[in-house]
T-cell receptor, first 114, second 116 residues
Framework: DTGVSQDPRHKITKRGQNVTFRCDPISEHNRLYWYRQTLGQGPEFLTYFQNEAQLEKSRLLSDRFSAERPKGSFSTLEIQRTEQGDSAMYLC????????????FGPGTRLTVT | AQKVTQAQTEISVVEKEDVTLDCVYETRDTTYYLFWYKQPPSGELVFLIR??????QNEISGRYSWNFQKSTSSFNFTITASQVVDSAVYFCALSDPTDSWGKLQFGAGTQVVVTP
């Protein structure tokens, strides 16, 4: 399978715990995005990587959130001290070079904070 | 600021009926991209089409067709002869490639329910 993969697919955690999600983009893609989607809404942009450089972060990404993309390959999104409001689907997307800006999404990680 | 509006929350049709999904966008940019994505119950967003702001030709792909009208800032999507497998949430999205790194601004989505 050469699509975008995300792990885990589901995560249930207690409030206050830390969680980490992983995204493996399509191998030749240099752009990687994280989005968050809550029930009944469209995905909202969180952050963007061009290779290993994090170039933009949304104001939605509070200090409890951190993302990395070491060596420009896979990416991780960590949420510290989770809150119930963090419950959402976290989506990763990747895109290739050039100017088409198409993004291909992974299956998402559904986070439930109890 | 960019904004995408999908005014239809849910559309229910019987199989073989046509269904049109509306998308209206706002942007001050002259160069931009518009997209449609499908999100079936499994949850994974599936890319359907990209259209750039300089190309107003309508496009047809199988049972899918898209009508881009810059004058009304609309990018509507029609499914012809709908099938049960078309049941999903459909999202329209806007991207400004010049200063926002291609990030997508999504609408709220339209749930399409196709019954046999």
């Amino acid at each position: 399978d050469t699509g975008v993969s995300q792990d885990p697919r589901h995560k249930i955690t207690k409030r206050g715990q830390n969680v980490t999600f992983r995204c493996d983009p399509i191998s030749e893609h240099n752009r990687l995005y994280w989005y968050r989607q809550t029930l009944g809404q469209g995905p909202e942009f969180l952050t963007y990587f061009q290779n290993e450089a994090q170039l933009e972060k949304s104001r939605l990404l509070s200090d409890r959130f951190s993302a990395e993309r070491p060596k420009g390959s896979f990416s991780t999104l960590e949420i510290q001290r989770t809150e119930q409001g963090d419950s959402a689907m976290y989506l990763c997307a990747s895109g290739g070079g050039g100017r088409t800006y198409e993004q291909y999404f992974g299956p998402g990680t559904r986070l439930t904070v109890t | 600021a960019q904004k995408v509006t999908q005014a239809q929350t849910e559309i229910s049709v019987v199989e073989k009926e046509d269904v049109t999904l509306d998308c209206v966008y706002e942007t001050r940019d002259t160069t931009y991209y518009l997209f449609w994505y499908k999100q079936p119950p499994s949850g994974e967003l599936v890319f359907l089409i990209r259209r750039n702001s300089f190309d107003e030709q309508n496009e047809i792909s199988g049972r899918y067709s898209w009508n881009f009208q810059k004058s009304t800032s609309s990018f509507n999507f029609t499914i012809t002869a709908s099938q049960v497998v078309d049941s999903a949430v459909y999202f329209c999205a806007l991207s400004d490639p010049t200063d926002s790194w291609g990030k997508l601004q999504f609408g709220a989505g339209t749930q399409v329910v196709v019954t046999p």
